[in-house]
């Protein structure tokens, strides 16, 4: 594996390529390569190549509430299979930023004429649609929920819907899992980087941010400035060498 942080070339039996922003070469062995790309940029190949791309949206920022706010969605995620690259063609690649903002959509990926959009803002009652549905707000422990995770909804009395496909890299079973929710308040966020509520392991007074390039969702917070709100975690791409599966 090998991580660059400015333009990077690569050379010998994988495809040659420029790209101007964050990204990491995965050899999977017997020719079969994969390229993360983990922030904005532009690529560039030094020849004709087929690829399938693999697209996650940003994850919605959580909700401060005084009712306990639920879970932000994660983001939707995108299989766009064969995938022609042309000789010195500049193709545009945009990553979702992190989701800073308190209880504000995630933001939209896009590459190759494919984008995956972000997830859904929670409430302070409802968790927020996505990819994975955040878990539900509220001010009793039985209307509060966790977040969902490989494209289920979240759980709780009002929790947010999925995208009811699976999260996982190119929508393969043995694929790494993104899109995460946001756990309502005092709840776990869901697997594949959403982020835990407020107070979820006991002691902490901040809800929990999702990971960065995992389009998670964040988790919910109670009110008050004092506590902070949670961060939608960033999306990503990734590209493959054309498989027949």
């Not at 995770?149 to 947010?160: I, K, Q, V």
């Amino acid at each position: 594996m090998r991580t660059c942080r400015r333009a990077c070339v690569y050379f010998g039996g994988e495809p040659q390529f420029i790209f101007t922003g964050s990204s990491t070469f995965i050899d999977d062995g017997d020719g079969n390569y994969r390229i993360k790309f983990l922030s904005s940029g532009i690529l560039n190949v030094s020849r004709k190549v087929v690829i399938d791309a693999f697209l996650v949206g940003g994850g919605a920022g959580g909700k401060r509430s005084s009712n306990y706010g639920g879970g932000g969605g994660s983001g939707l995620t995108l299989v766009c299979p064969s995938v022609a690259l042309q000789r010195g063609a500049d193709y545009s690649i945009v990553v979702a930023a992190t989701q800073i903002a308190e209880a504000t959509d995630g933001n939209t990926t896009s590459a190759f004429g494919c984008s995956a959009s972000g997830g859904t803002a929670a409430s302070a009652q409802y968790g927020g649609a996505g990819g994975s549905g955040g878990g539900s707000g509220g001010q009793e422990s039985y209307q509060r929920g966790a977040g969902g995770s490989d494209g289920a909804s979240g759980s709780g009395s009002t929790p947010g819907s999925g995208q009811g496909t699976t999260t996982r890299e190119f929508g393969e079973s043995t694929g790494t899992l993104y899109g995460g929710a946001g756990g309502g308040y005092d709840k776990a966020g869901g697997a594949g980087g959403g982020g835990n509520g407020y107070g979820y392991d006991g002691t902490s007074t901040d809800a929990m941010s999702a990971a960065g390039n995992s389009g998670g969702g964040a988790g919910g917070a109670s009110g008050g400035t004092q506590y902070n709100y949670g961060y939608g975690g960033s999306g990503i791409v990734v590209i493959r060498n054309h498989r027949t599966v």
